[in-house]
């Protein structure tokens, strides 16, 4: 019965995720017909090639979620649900942008199996932003620290982990973006009963621009524990709308993905990944 009332929960919580995506999108999409040239002008190339720039010089707030619908050594689903802000800011003539990102997690845990729910562990990073000399590709180098906020013990590592960030995003072709965010922590203090941290992760992306702001893409997350040896390599396409009404500029999208090769228990075999990243000009 509780893993019944847990599947209902986790199933649930991806109908309202969808239901406020698909809302917004609604909502966006009916006031955007009242002017279509405007729209049209608003879904410029460039402005279609920047939506997807995590280096972006503007503020953004994302709301984005994996449906996990299969994962190994399980007969659970899970769910993760991420709320991400990121902002620009100087320290003397120098740029960085600041992302924060808080995770939600419905996951089977422990050797029974038992599903979850709550909050996870908070990551923050700083990314300073180098001068490549071409305004159309933005790289970026920075520390990054995990807090140990997981309100259920198993939803985290209950370790304080530092490391390193690394982010490449090339927009110079209007046509076909692409680049790469690259990350490794360690812990260095927390519970002594838990496992140390010890994770690389290369997020690898790749949008291919059809026109009208409606846009391919592929982006998964390809994870390697150090600690352990567990590793996850999905692959996958989906498809985005990016919209931009007065200073905001909506980006909607969805992307199935399906592990092509992983080791170790609870790996997703296969997720749903989609979401709501919002850009607010100044």
């Not at 009332?5 to 955007?32: D, G, K, M, P, T």
């Not at 995590?54 to 991420?82: K, R, V």
């Not at 352990?228 to 999905?234: A, I, L, Q, S």
């Amino acid at each position: 019965m509780i893993c019944i009332e847990e599947r209902v929960r986790c199933l649930r919580s991806v109908l309202i995720a969808l239901s406020v995506v698909v809302f917004f999108c609604q909502h966006v999409y009916a006031e955007s017909q009242g002017d279509v040239a405007a729209a049209e002008n608003s879904t410029s190339e460039n402005s279609a090639a920047q939506a997807n720039n995590p280096l972006a010089n503007m503020t953004a707030l994302n709301i984005q979620n994996y449906f996990i619908g299969d994962i190994s050594d399980s007969d659970e689903q899970g769910n993760q649900a991420w709320l991400r802000y990121a902002k620009p800011f100087s320290v003397a003539d120098t740029k960085w942008i600041l992302r924060a990102s808080l995770p939600f997690n419905t996951y089977p845990v422990g050797n029974d199996g038992t599903v979850k729910s709550g909050l996870g562990d908070v990551n923050v990073f700083a990314s300073y932003l180098i001068d490549t000399g071409n305004p159309a590709v933005s790289f970026g180098f920075g520390p990054q620290v995990t807090l140990p906020t997981a309100t259920e013990s198993k939803l985290g590592s209950e370790k304080w982990s530092a490391g390193l960030v690394n982010v490449l995003f090339n927009a110079d072709s209007p046509k076909f973006q692409y680049g790469y965010l690259l990350t490794w922590q360690h812990s260095f203090a927390g519970e002594d009963d838990r496992s140390d941290v010890n994770i690389g992760a290369l997020q690898p992306f790749a949008f291919y621009q059809l026109g009208g702001g409606t846009y391919l893409r592929a982006a998964p997350i390809w994870s390697y524990n150090i600690e352990n040896d567990n590793y996850n390599v999905p692959l996958g396409v989906g498809i985005g709308q990016v919209i931009k009404r007065g200073k905001t500029v909506f980006n909607f999208f969805i992307e199935p993905q399906f592990s092509a090769i992983h080791h170790g228990e609870l790996q997703p075999q296969w997720q749903l990944y989609f979401g709501l990243n919002m850009q607010f000009l100044d």
